[in-house]
């Protein structure tokens, strides 16, 4: 019946990877983007973090995650004679990696830290029915590979205090121990072999270390306390401290070197000796500055108790909070390092009044593996019922019409030129409303770029429509949500004069009823100005939970707008000539 379960389970998860939301811009702009410009000639504006002159994030992490499969799609197709690989197929590429990672890694190491086969399969299949694990660990984020990486971290500190030659052999060594054990052949020693996979032990664990801080400075926080019970080891075994501390500041070495390469692409060697880019420790400098992060956004301490991890767990967050009023005090179940790297993890992130769910992440997995459910129909039905509607609500509607949106707009703009009747290809101007900001890597485009300035960007297109005869240049503006006149008004100043074909193009949720005023067919045509919009496109299964208004038109009201008239339209712009 298990097995049954997580096959379907397994499914889900693979819908909920390709299906195309967008939780938060960090999982473009922190990832793909960075290196979609350098390896494809992909239209690509690198954010804040990577161009700042103390740079906090550092692309070690990155590299294998995007780096290496664009490079081998890249390669693929300059062999088979087809130039660059298009946008949807890397896109869809990616996800499916950050599947295959989740699939193979996450539930590998949850089988592992489960200690008693009677509750494994029912903990694996409870992580794999969470919609974190369906949305969040199949995206590109950081905190995805943080997850993996905190999970292994502990997997790793278990093997090497256990030291058991079962447990922390490599799978190569298996078919050699098992024909000698056996026959009584002459193989390698136990000892030697034993300390052999117990130096291997050592080297995963610094790089995942290494890593782990190289991604985000948070990782140490999951691993402080578990990491507490290495230290009677080292006690009675020295040089394995000293092994993992070689192997960390080797990997410490590359990392850096890597970073500063990629900040500095002509620094020499000697020059990076001398001054060396560290990202981590600028990510901590920039992290302990409270006016730093209220630029971001400030938070109540006590947010990711209460409000986060209740978003994240649900139900089994309250079963949770529940079995605490119980005696013991603390559970039995709630007595291991998985908790213990959840719950102390917390409560230092809650030390930093910037708090979003997703910095919590690598909880879900270690927090779900200590709740027992006991067959509880109740609690089955309420997981049923909240995972499948934030399975849905953040995997598929959560502003999911703007990869859509972004991978079809150079054939919207190429249709609706042709449409106009226009031979040449003119410079397409298209401006961002009330959506997160728009991946510019996803447009695609093989020709030459450059940056308009912070919030734009011109790119040529090396895929418009062949009748045109011409590559269209794209510039992209992203408004955020700037009032509704201020909107107009930089329209306004874009779109040509009366006679001459627009090439402004406007990408806006449908439920701003604001701009009903500008469409032709509305009632209310008489009340606009001299801007008229014409929906070109439209993907219905679009959300933008950050257009509520309940204090202005009311509960029931916004419900309405926002749910009823749900969607992302693009609308080519024009002037209303007499």
């Known amino acids: 019946m298990w097995r049954r379960t997580y096959l379907l389970l397994l499914l889900i998860r693979v819908y909920f990877a390709l299906s195309p939301s967008y939780l938060h811009p960090d999982e473009h702009f922190q990832g793909p983007e960075v290196f979609a410009g350098r390896v494809l000639a992909y239209p690509s504006q690198l954010p804040w973090e990577f161009t700042t002159s103390l740079p906090i994030r550092s692309v070690f992490p990155l590299w294998p995650i995007y780096e290496v499969p664009m490079s081998l799609l890249k390669w693929f197709y ?12 890397v896109y869809y590429a990616l996800r499916a990696g950050m599947f295959l990672l989740s699939f193979v890694l996450e539930d590998w190491a949850i089988y592992e830290l489960v200690p008693s086969p009677r509750h494994r399969r029912a903990t694996v299949v409870l992580v794999a029915s ?69 130096y291997f032990s050592y080297a995963v664990f610094s790089f995942i270390a290494v890593v782990g801080v190289f991604n985000r400075i948070t990782f140490p926080a999951f691993l402080l306390f578990p990491g507490l019970q290495l230290l009677p080891y080292f006690q009675r075994k ?93 559970p039995f179940a709630m007595r291991n390092a998985r908790a213990l790297s959840a719950v102390s993890a917390t409560f230092i992130l809650s030390i930093f009044p910037h708090q979003e769910p997703r910095f919590l992440l690598p909880c879900v997995p270690l927090l779900l593996s200590c709740v027992r459910m006991h067959r509880n129909r109740l609690f089955l ?35 609706n030129t042709v449409a106009q009747g226009i031979k040449s290809a003119p410079d397409a101007t298209v401006f961002w409303w009330k959506t997160y900001s728009p991946p510019l890597w996803l447009l695609g485009a093989d020709g030459d ?15 418009a429509n062949t009748a045109l005869n011409k590559t269209t240049s794209i510039s992209t503006f992203d408004l955020m949500g700037i009032p509704g006149p201020e909107m107009i008004t930089r329209l306004d100043s874009s779109v040509p004069t009366c006679g001459s074909s627009s090439p402004v193009y406007l990408v806006a949720p449908t439920s701003a009823t604001f701009l009903d ?62």
């Open 238 to 330: 020295p040089a394995s401290l000293a092994a993992i501390i070689g192997f960390g500041l080797l990997f410490s070495l590359t990392a850096i070197y890597i970073d500063t390469s990629f900040y500095r692409p002509t620094a020499s060697i000697l020059s990076i000796i001398r001054d060396p880019i560290i990202t981590p420790l600028n990510n901590i400098l920039y992290n302990t500055d409270k006016n730093n992060l209220a630029i971001h956004g400030l938070h109540p301490h006590h947010q990711h108790f209460l409000a986060n991890l209740t978003q994240l767990l649900g139900p089994a967050y309250i079963v949770m909070i529940l079995s605490l009023f119980s005696r013991p005090i603390v």
């Open 78 to 89: 300059t062999e088979i004679g087809s130039g660059s690989p298009p946008p949807q197929l």
């Open 381 to 415: 039905a309420t997981w049923i019922i909240f995972n499948a509607a934030m399975g849905f609500l953040m995997g598929v509607y959560h502003q999911g019409g703007i990869v859509p949106a972004q991978l079809a707009m150079r054939d919207i703009i190429n249709t």
């Open 449 to 463: 770029h450059a940056s308009a300035d912070a919030s734009a960007s011109s790119y040529a297109d090396a895929g």
């Open 517 to 578: 005023s500008y469409i032709p067919d509305s009632s209310e045509t008489e009340r606009a100005a001299n801007l008229q919009l014409y929906r070109l496109w439209s993907y219905r299964q679009h959300l933008n939970l950050d257009d509520m208004d309940f204090g202005e038109d009311g509960v029931k009201e916004t419900l309405g707008r926002v749910i009823g008239r749900r969607g992302l339209g693009v609308w080519s712009v024009r002037r209303r000539c007499k």
């Open 130 to 198: 969470s919609y974190v694990t369906w949305t969040y660990q199949t995206h590109t984020f950081s905190n995805s590979l943080e997850t993996l990486l905190v999970a292994w971290g502990l997997v790793l500190i278990r093997r090497i205090v256990e030291n058991k030659v079962r447990a922390v052999y490599p799978l190569h060594s298996i078919p050699v121990l098992l024909p000698c054990a056996t026959l009584g052949c002459a193989g390698p020693r136990t000892d030697q072999l034993q300390q052999r996979s117990s």
